[in-house]
């Protein structure tokens, strides 16, 4: 068959290494994870609860393509108390996850040739999901030493008169940065002075372990026109499977949001939806939930590395991974696939190589799985590297 060229993305690099872990465990082969983006924790009770409550005695038909009312109007109060979004419920829809957020506002907004500015390292799916729609991806690079994030300038110096977006995720996955109120308003300044919508992914911004509060671009109320917020209950509020997000945007390109859902998925499923509302009612417990589990997590990986490979990880402000240098293993080249498919191959520990990211050098550790499974990887990886 003849594949429709903006159909060929590439595979996620994730993906030889999930592949490769599965082979292993089909063939009864323990594998040490540091890979999966996934807060594994049991599900919050007040979730399940909801869920049940809410459904059992359903009928259970198409849902409202835009997501049921109850959950909208919790969506938009939480963030308006939360991050001071000042959002009308007509600003908001419930989608399949942030990701179909991202990915129809690309569908929405770009033309082929069109112009995305990503800074990096950047989540792996954002320059796939803008070249499906013939957008470029254009890379800004960020530093360790500028704390991974970039500026208003760094855009006015990327941005060409193609230039038509910004994914702009401010808690950020892999590094997991967070910008102060300063810094948000410096992007979302430069982003209107060259007229480009901020696509602004804040699924993590419940996930953050510095005493700051997270600033949110909507909460910069005259920039409204130019925003569209990614939200999510997935990493929020533990909630991956259930497949919840929420888009917040001027209402004009919500509607053509929604009408895209409305022809590609019909909305989200019910279930998932009721599960949602009972995480929303109870938002700072659910989200303290998650957030303490992690925070303990990120302590046992930062303390097991430090004792191990000597050297220290600045703590991430949030999300669930660190960046660290293959050179801290001893690596003696850059190539973070090969070092990635290594230790994968040899010692059965998943990570995901920061050429994926954009960061090549690097590899991503998440710190999603139990402070014993953590250590417990670590220490394998460490055998292995000493024999
Ligand atoms: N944005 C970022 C930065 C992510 O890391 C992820 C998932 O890993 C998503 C969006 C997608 O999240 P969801 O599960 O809500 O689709």
């Given at each position: 068959?003849?594949?429709?060229?903006?159909?060929?993305?590439?595979?996620?690099?994730?993906?030889?290494?999930?592949?490769?872990?599965?082979?292993?465990?089909l063939r009864g082969q323990e594998v040490y994870n540091l890979s999966v983006g996934d807060p594994m924790l049991l599900c919050h009770p007040k979730i399940m609860e909801s869920a049940i409550k809410h459904t059992a005695n359903l009928k259970m038909?198409?849902?409202?393509?835009?997501?049921?009312?109850?959950?909208?109007k919790l969506a938009v109060d939480w963030m308006n108390t939360t991050y001071q979004s000042g959002y009308d419920i007509q600003n908001t829809i419930v989608t399949c996850g942030g990701k179909f957020v991202i990915y129809a506002a690309c569908q929405?907004?770009?033309?082929?040739?069109?112009?995305?500015?990503?800074?990096?390292?950047?989540?792996?799916?954002?320059?796939?999901?803008?070249?499906?729609?013939?957008?470029?991806?254009?890379?800004?690079?960020?530093?360790?030493?500028?704390?991974?994030?970039?500026?208003?300038?760094?855009?006015?110096?990327?941005?060409?008169?193609?230039?038509?977006?910004?994914?702009?995720?401010?808690?950020?996955?892999?590094?997991?940065?967070?910008?102060?109120?300063?810094?948000?308003?410096?992007?979302?300044?430069?982003?209107?002075?060259?007229?480009?919508?901020?696509?602004?992914?804040?699924?993590?911004?419940?996930?953050?372990?510095?005493?700051?509060?997270?600033?949110?671009?909507?909460?910069?109320?005259?920039?409204?026109?130019?925003?569209?917020?990614?939200?999510?209950?997935?990493?929020?509020?533990?909630?991956?499977?259930?497949?919840?997000?929420?888009?917040?945007?001027?209402?004009?390109?919500?509607?053509?949001?929604?009408?895209?859902?409305?022809?590609?998925?019909?909305?989200?499923?019910?279930?998932?939806?009721?599960?949602?509302?009972?995480?929303?009612?109870n938002a700072s417990e659910v989200s303290g939930y998650v957030r303490n589990a992690l925070f303990k997590r990120r302590q046992a990986l930062i303390e097991t590395y430090k004792e191990l490979f000597g050297h220290a990880i600045t703590p991430p402000?949030?999300?669930?991974?660190?960046?660290?240098?293959?050179?801290?293993?001893?690596?003696?080249?850059?190539?973070?696939?090969?070092?990635?498919?290594?230790?994968?191959?040899?010692?059965?520990?998943?990570?995901?190589?920061?050429?994926?990211?954009?960061?090549?050098?690097?590899?991503?550790?998440?710190?999603?799985?139990?402070?014993?499974?953590?250590?417990?990887?670590?220490?394998?990886?460490?055998?292995?590297?000493?024999?």
């Amino acid at each position: 068959m003849k594949i429709a060229p903006f159909a060929k993305v590439e595979p996620s690099l994730t993906v030889t290494i999930n592949t490769l872990a599965a082979e292993k465990r089909l063939r009864g082969q323990e594998v040490y994870n540091l890979s999966v983006g996934d807060p594994m924790l049991l599900c919050h009770p007040k979730i399940m609860e909801s869920a049940i409550k809410h459904t059992a005695n359903l009928k259970m038909n198409y849902p409202v393509v835009e997501g049921i009312p109850e959950l909208r109007k919790l969506a938009v109060d939480w963030m308006n108390t939360t991050y001071q979004s000042g959002y009308d419920i007509q600003n908001t829809i419930v989608t399949c996850g942030g990701k179909f957020v991202i990915y129809a506002a690309c569908q929405a907004l770009l033309e082929a040739g069109d112009e995305v500015l990503v800074p990096s390292p950047y989540w792996v799916s954002f320059p796939e999901i803008v070249k499906l729609f013939g957008g470029v991806p254009k890379v800004i690079p960020s530093t360790v030493a500028s704390g991974w994030k970039i500026t208003g300038d760094d855009i006015r110096r990327h941005a060409t008169p193609k230039t038509r977006m910004i994914i702009f995720n401010n808690a950020c996955n892999p590094t997991g940065a967070v910008y102060d109120r300063d810094e948000v308003e410096d992007v979302l300044r430069a982003a209107k002075e060259k007229g480009i919508v901020v696509l602004a992914d804040e699924v993590y911004s419940a996930i953050l372990y510095r005493d700051k509060p997270y600033v949110s671009c909507s909460s910069f109320h005259e920039h409204h026109d130019n925003i569209i917020t990614v939200q999510s209950c997935s990493k929020n509020f533990g909630m991956t499977g259930w497949r919840v997000g929420f888009a917040f945007a001027p209402t004009g390109i919500l509607k053509i949001i929604n009408n895209l859902q409305g022809q590609c998925t019909t909305g989200t499923s019910l279930i998932s939806q009721w599960g949602a509302v009972g995480a929303l009612e109870n938002a700072s417990e659910v989200s303290g939930y998650v957030r303490n589990a992690l925070f303990k997590r990120r302590q046992a990986l930062i303390e097991t590395y430090k004792e191990l490979f000597g050297h220290a990880i600045t703590p991430p402000d949030s999300a669930m991974y660190v960046l660290v240098p293959i050179s801290d293993f001893g690596a003696t080249d850059n190539d973070s696939v090969k070092f990635a498919n290594m230790i994968m191959d040899r010692a059965n520990v998943a990570v995901v190589p920061g050429a994926a990211f954009g960061a090549e050098g690097f590899v991503r550790l998440s710190f999603s799985e139990t402070e014993e499974n953590i250590v417990k990887a670590l220490r394998k990886l460490a055998t292995f590297l000493s024999k």
